[in-house]
């Protein structure tokens, strides 16, 4: 049966595994014969993207507001190309999304997790969020955080519990730290079920 596709998001802190995943992801669900592609946030080639990656590189210093509304205004620059892809029976995994936007600078002084929600409210509401569980500690064990503006421990556990502040209903939490097949395959078994539940479905809106 033909229909939509399905939007899926796959969610975590730093290094716990969501690029790899990702990848593992696409290359089984394309040999299964489905249409799907992948795409990842913040998307660092468009003017928007760029500007983020000049300030998580620390080449260029933001206001922590600007910088929130960048990284969404990158999502929302998207969104007719993901709805289209989805209307045209195309499964999308998209590597990270609103969430992390809301767990990381809700992660900074002074600002609240219904805040940084406001500006992504409407965007195209994922079907499935899979969460790779890991914590910071064990994130940070498996090789040490980069030099980008946010990779540091303390930050990255603020982060970690955030992200837990949002779960939902479409959310299913994977423990990261099992082996890399072994959490491919929990993460295929849930978006093979999704993609043949939501064929019928609308697509709704984020956090509306
Ligand atoms: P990558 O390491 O995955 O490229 O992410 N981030 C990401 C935010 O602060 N807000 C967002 O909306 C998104 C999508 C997470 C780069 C960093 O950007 C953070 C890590």
Partial sequence: MSGRGALIVVEGIDRSGKTTQCAKLVSALLSQGHKVEVM??????????KMIDAYLQRDQTLDDHVV????????WEQCS????NLHKGVSLIVDRYAYSGAAY????????LDWCKNPDKGLPDPDL??????SSKE??????YGEEIYE??????????????????????IDASQSEENVHR?????VNSVIENVKGQQIGKLWL
């Avoid at 190309?81 to 289209?84: A, G, H, S």
């Avoid at 994130?139 to 040490?144: C, P, T, V």
């Fill in 40 to 49: 990842k946030f913040p998307d660092r080639t468009t003017e928007t993207g």
């Fill in 68 to 75: 929130h509304l960048l990284f969404s205004a990158n999502r």
């Fill in 81 to 84: 190309n993901m709805l289209e």
């Fill in 105 to 112: 600078t809700s992660a900074k002084q002074g600002f609240t």
């Fill in 129 to 134: 969020v899979l969460f790779l569980n890991l």
């Fill in 139 to 144: 994130a940070e064990s498996r090789g040490g």
């Fill in 152 to 173: 540091k421990v303390e930050f990255q556990k603020k982060v970690h519990n955030n992200f837990l502040q949002l779960k939902s209903k479409q959310w299913k939490v």
């Fill in 186 to 190: 929990e993460m295929l078994n849930n």
